[in-house]
């Protein structure tokens, strides 16, 4: 650093490392962002409150669907109002539980996958520190080397191990970047699996609220709610 800054000479990254490191970032910041959506999205679905009916915590889905239950049962099945709050609280603790399993997928498949591939840009973010350091002792020792009045074989000698240390570095952290940026093919499954979750749940929804509606019909048609 203090070589940088008096005019020492600087060891110049190629370009293509240059646009790839670019290229890497970017997709850093957005899996970075989808994590975090994600995760939030995950802890509103799976959110859990005091239960209107028991002292106990429930998805507030399900608390809606026991309360409709209990207050149709103590009005009487037998009136259209009552039956409908029944089976209209029936379907949506259904829901509720579709919801849970809908979650449970999205937590263990989309959001796992998001999380592995944080734990591996925290390895390339190492690297490019480690890679950082490794140029700036070499370049400090190539300057040395460089401003020294005579042969100093032993400064020599560190100028070259610092260089190769710093090639190491430069290859594994081009070939960590070529396998995040070499990985679409798990990142569409990953999402077509959280498109299948969610296509199921909302199907499901709508085949226990159908039923609903369509039972309601047949019942009720001659009543004065229709």
Do not use: C
């Not at 209990?70 to 009005?75: A, K």
């Not at 070939?175 to 296509?199: I, R």
């Amino acid at each position: 650093w203090a070589n940088e800054r008096v005019g020492g000479q600087k060891t110049q990254t190629p370009d293509e490392f240059l646009d790839l490191q670019q290229k890497t970032d970017a997709r850093h910041s957005g899996i970075d962002k989808l994590h975090m959506a994600t995760n939030t999205y995950i802890k509103i679905m799976s959110k859990k409150a005091d239960s209107v009916e028991e002292k106990s915590k429930v998805l507030p889905l399900e608390s809606l669907g026991s309360t409709m239950k209990i207050y149709g049962e103590e009005i009487g099945t037998d009136t259209p109002y009552g039956m409908g709050l029944v089976r209209f609280g029936n379907a949506n603790e259904k829901i509720a539980k579709a919801q849970m399993e809908y979650v449970s997928r999205v937590r263990d498949d989309f959001l796992f996958g998001l999380s592995s591939s944080i734990e591996e840009f925290k390895q390339y973010q190492q690297l490019k520190r480690k890679l950082e350091s490794r140029r700036l002792d070499y370049d400090a020792k190539l300057n040395k080397v460089q401003k020294s009045k005579k042969e100093k074989p032993e400064l020599e000698e560190e100028m070259r191990a610092a260089k190769e240390k710093y090639e190491v570095t430069m290859e594994d952290i081009n070939n960590k970047m070529f396998a995040l940026n070499d990985s679409e093919d798990q990142h569409v499954q990953d999402l077509t699996t959280f498109l299948d979750a969610q296509l199921e749940y909302f199907k499901a929804a709508y085949e226990i609220l159908e039923s609903v509606k369509k039972d309601w019909v047949e019942r009720f048609a001659s009543s004065f709610f229709f």
